[in-house]
């Protein structure tokens, strides 16, 4: 039987959710806890591959398993697991559904904070020219990219993907006096491509880069001529959706 499960975690101490042969993972994580509970290895699949030090507070994973879970399998597992990951909801599926290849809808979030907090070093970006950004081009920026359907200039070198396009529903920034945030929701998203976006905002909102370069680089699909990916521990994984309930 297949199972669809809500879960969260903070990634800053995580090499990304993917396993990795030398580092510690999320999923590493998960299935060590699993095979405890069910006593025999169990593979977990998840809806994306966030990088190191990116945090989910919404992401759906799915897993096999003969038979019915135990009524406390939620209480069992989040005893077995580190504080950093949490279960919140599991339920049966379709032995079809999947957890990646069956998600339509992918939200994102960054944070920007104004000044130096040692609360919020793992969970946002100091910018220390925050005050002085140009927040109308910023925005502008941002909404530039729904008229687009392709997006080369955001996507890490010597990625292998079949295709660049990315059907972009909101990309907008929210400001306040102390912190800002970047909001991103689409189908898809290329390897790297949300931190580039945030780091191009903030050259437009700088005057490092021009709307007219980054119109041009988004239609000849090229690189932009100054390029910035910010530090992950300001992206949240925020929201994951499917075309049927579970």
């Given at each position: 039987?297949?199972?669809?499960?809500?879960?969260?975690?903070?990634?800053?101490?995580y090499?990304?959710?993917?396993?990795?042969?030398?580092?510690?993972?999320?999923?590493?994580?998960?299935?060590a806890?699993?095979?405890?509970?069910?006593?025999?290895?169990?593979?977990?699949?998840?809806?994306?591959?966030?990088?190191?030090?990116?945090?989910?507070?919404?992401?759906?994973?799915?897993?096999?398993?003969?038979?019915?879970?135990?009524?406390?399998?939620?209480?069992?597992?989040?005893?077995?697991?580190?504080?950093?990951?949490?279960?919140?909801?599991?339920?049966?599926?379709?032995?079809a559904?999947?957890?990646?290849?069956?998600?339509?809808?992918?939200a994102?979030?960054?944070?920007?904070?104004?000044?130096?907090?040692?609360?919020?070093?793992?969970?946002?970006?100091?910018?220390?020219?925050?005050?002085?950004?140009?927040?109308?081009?910023?925005?502008?920026?941002?909404?530039?990219?729904?008229?687009?359907?392709?997006?080369?200039?955001?996507?890490?070198?010597?990625?292998?993907?079949?295709?660049?396009?990315?059907?972009?529903?909101?990309?907008?920034?929210?400001?306040?006096?102390?912190?800002?945030?970047?909001?991103?929701?689409?189908?898809?998203?290329?390897?790297?491509?949300?931190?580039?976006?945030?780091?191009?905002?903030?050259?437009?909102g700088?005057?490092?880069?021009?709307?007219?370069?980054v119109?041009?680089?988004?239609?000849?699909?090229?690189?932009l001529?100054?390029?910035?990916?910010?530090?992950?521990?300001?992206?949240?994984?925020?929201?994951i959706?499917?075309p049927?309930?579970?």
């Amino acid at each position: 039987m297949r199972y669809f499960a809500k879960i969260s975690y903070k990634g800053t101490r995580y090499f990304g959710w993917q396993k990795q042969p030398k580092d510690i993972s999320v999923q590493e994580k998960i299935e060590a806890a699993l095979a405890v509970i069910f006593r025999e290895p169990t593979a977990v699949t998840g809806c994306g591959r966030t990088d190191t030090g990116v945090h989910a507070k919404d992401y759906v994973l799915h897993f096999d398993h003969r038979g019915d879970l135990p009524d406390d399998f939620i209480s069992r597992l989040n005893k077995l697991l580190p504080k950093d990951i949490a279960f919140h909801r599991v339920s049966k599926v379709e032995d079809a559904a999947h957890a990646r290849f069956d998600a339509n809808h992918r939200a994102y979030v960054y944070h920007i904070g104004a000044a130096k907090n040692p609360f919020t070093t793992n969970t946002a970006y100091h910018f220390p020219f925050f005050n002085k950004l140009d927040r109308d081009e910023m925005q502008k920026a941002a909404a530039l990219l729904k008229a687009y359907d392709s997006f080369f200039p955001f996507c890490k070198s010597n990625t292998q993907v079949k295709t660049m396009n990315c059907d972009i529903k909101r990309s907008e920034w929210i400001f306040g006096e102390t912190e800002m945030v970047y909001h991103i929701s689409a189908d898809r998203f290329l390897r790297g491509m949300i931190r580039l976006i945030v780091g191009m905002c903030l050259n437009v909102g700088q005057g490092k880069l021009k709307l007219k370069e980054v119109e041009e680089a988004l239609q000849k699909q090229e690189r932009l001529r100054k390029s910035l990916s910010v530090p992950p521990q300001g992206l949240f994984l925020e929201d994951i959706r499917y075309p049927y309930e579970w």
